[in-house]
């Protein structure tokens, strides 16, 4: 009933830029938290940022003033923008939704996006 899709991984030097987009789809009432989390080999899957419906954020240590989380209501999209990218931010990144359809809320995930960050 809900899709959540993400795109714009890819392979980027160190330094580089990276925007990730996490389209939600399907009888989607309301969307309330978004999360972007990124997994490694050999570790947890770790959150990385968050975005509450009303827009309030927050973000692991490691990612602070490097990465942005927004959304876009409207497009039922969030977004992930990542500058000063470095080698330990490489990973697949997923996204997590809470969306409501009709009465009832319930988390979704995305297939994920790989991230590469080359020294």
């Known amino acids: 009933q809900v899709q959540l899709v993400e795109s714009g991984g890819g392979l980027v030097q160190a330094g580089g830029s990276l925007r990730l987009s996490c389209v939600v789809s399907g009888r989607v009432a309301s969307i309330n938290a978004i999360n972007w989390y990124r997994q490694t080999p050999g570790k947890q899957r770790e959150l990385v940022a968050g975005?509450?419906?009303?827009?309030?954020?927050n973000y692991a240590d490691s990612v602070k003033g490097r990465f942005t989380i927004s959304r876009d209501n409207a497009e039922n999209t969030g977004y992930l923008q990542m500058n000063n990218l470095k080698p330990e931010d490489t990973g697949v990144y997923y996204c997590?939704?809470?969306?409501?359809?009709?009465?009832?809320?319930?988390?979704?995930w995305g297939q994920g996006t790989q991230v590469t960050v080359s020294s």
């Open positions: 975005i509450t419906s009303g827009g309030s954020t």
């Open positions: 997590n939704a809470n969306v409501r359809v009709l009465l009832r809320s319930s988390h979704y």
